[in-house]
């Protein structure tokens, strides 16, 4: 359990961050987040698995998601008792997602939280799905931005070696479809052979012993590779947000590959890092890769905060005051103004 | 005593139609080997064709003898794994890929697999091979794309098309003759179970081709190589209980063991 001693606290504010521990490094990696995050905002924070959360009162509790919160617990309704138990001595409730609203995953998340009489599922993603969603389903929908954290802002400005050992010229990293294969011979053929490419079967994700990367594996994979290109395994469009993020961190450049067209009225930041599979090729080429890079990195930093959208939700929810939500924009314009 | 480089050993039994392309993939790879510091032959070796290979053969050895084409022409049948014994036994170089002739390599990343199994001394590395037929335009599935896992004892993921350590190989005799389908999943199992590494390497090794006619579609056979398997490496399904030293071994020369 992760609950460092707290150097500042307001009024004894407090949240629990649920995460799933063994099953997905997503949810745990997002839940970090939100913990760094939160004691930001003065909030005093015990980041645990469900079977591990101590006994107390808490004003925030958020699960990172509860689809993966009771996978790890192990016992459905035996963690559904625990969440119902729980919910009584948090004043709220909130479940994350980081997945296509249109998937089955979403879906499973909202058939929870409605067991669970949890009323929000906050969605990490860099485009506002609600559209997406059905009229009645909208009602538990709250788009949250995908921003970087403070200590990841910070870390962007930080360019020593970025390029030492990058000599991978791509990446392809994701569990094998028939589509994913003919995208990786497609990239072999016209993009450059020597790519580094992992598509091993769908199974469970374990942090050892499985097929899948690991985020330290990943991320050591990204930190040598130019661009990082990945197409989904659904047919709906999506951002994948933690594909984008990690790529910003590793110094590298993430190109989704779309199955159609963007959307026309669809509002989405780095359409010029999403491509038709029919103009990878040349897309690729065009591009200066540190150019490019430059461009990416700059329009991140102008990604909400995670600070600023969680303040801005806790806000709308009662758990923060609405003057230190405008302390913090008002500290982003003057940050801006003396850059 | 072995040279620094690699042999791409082609077994060919009457596949004269898609020699050239298997060959010309080989070539390609000696020109990126040699490009990176390295060296190698493409050493095809027929099988008693009755098809006209050996005279392509010939021919395409005197256009290309200088670049690293030998053909070895064996005096009597003996099936697969005589074939690749034999190419163990002839090849000039230290490490050997075994490219079937109706398969080709992406030349590019032969060095790839060369430095791995330079960097690390393991028995041999695979990558990922795409799959396709003659009439797709495109790959549609994979295999060898995972690392050597405890399933492989159930059941096979990984081709023969691989580039290995001859010294180590021949030490353990080569390929067993005793089988004539499933040849290659008894050697990964005769490796893993001797001790040996095995490593995976995530690049795109090489592009199978799926012919009606291939060796794999015999159903039955494959049945009765499957049970001999078995019984030699996994009768009592204990093996999970054994530490293996070449369980989930992967790696790439930019990054080191993943």
Known sequence: MDNPAPSRRRAGRKALVLIPGAVNYFYNLCGRRLAETLRELSFDVDLCTLADRPAGRYDWCVLSNISEVLYSYGDNDAGFERLRELKKSCKVMTSTSIDSVVTPWYQTIRGYCRTAEIDTILDFSLHDQRELLAEDARATYHYLPAGLTTSELRGLDDEAGLDDGRTIPWAFVGHHTPDRTALVDYLVRHVDPRGFVYIPRLAPYQETDSPHLNERQFDAVLRRTRYQIWSSHHYAFYMESERFRMSLLAGGVPVKVLCKPLPPKQAAPFSYLMVEEAELAERLDSFDFRAVRRRFRDDFRRVKALRLGLAEFLAAVSLLDRREVRAIIGERWAKARAA | ?258
């Open chain 2, 1 to 258: 005593m072995y040279r620094r480089g690699v042999t791409i050993a082609v077994p060919n039994w009457n596949h004269e139609l898609l020699l050239p392309r298997a060959i010309a993939s080989g070539l390609a790879a000696l020109d990126a080997l040699r490009a990176e510091g390295g060296d190698g032959e493409v050493l095809v070796i027929d099988d008693q064709s009755r098809d006209g290979s050996v005279t392509l053969l010939r021919q395409l050895e005197a256009l290309y003898f200088s670049d690293g084409l030998r053909v070895l022409a064996l005096a009597q049948n003996g099936g697969l794994s005589a074939a690749r014994n034999a190419a163990l036994a002839q090849a000039r170089f230290r490490h050997v890929v075994f490219l079937d002739a109706d398969n080709e390599l992406v030349p590019e990343n032969t060095p790839c697999l060369w430095r791995a199994l330079e960097d690390t001394g393991a028995a041999a590395a695979y990558g990922t091979l795409i799959m396709r037929t003659v009439a797709a335009p495109g790959g549609f599935a994979v295999v060898s794309n995972e690392s050597f896992q405890d399933g492989m004892y159930e059941s096979s993921y990984v081709d023969a098309f691989a580039m290995f350590d001859r010294g180590q190989l021949a030490d353990l005799g080569g390929y067993s003759t005793a089988f004539t389908t499933h040849e290659d999943h008894e050697q990964w199992l005769h490796l893993a179970t001797n001790g040996r590494h095995v490593l995976f390497v995530p690049v795109v090794f090489g592009y199978y081709y799926l012919l009606a006619t291939s060796m794999s579609s015999d159903v039955e056979k494959a049945i009765q190589a499957n049970q001999r398997i078995r019984r030699i490496f996994n009768q009592t399904t204990a093996r999970k209980h054994l530490t293996t030293a070449t369980r989930h071994l992967r790696y790439h020369p930019a990054l080191g063991y993943l």
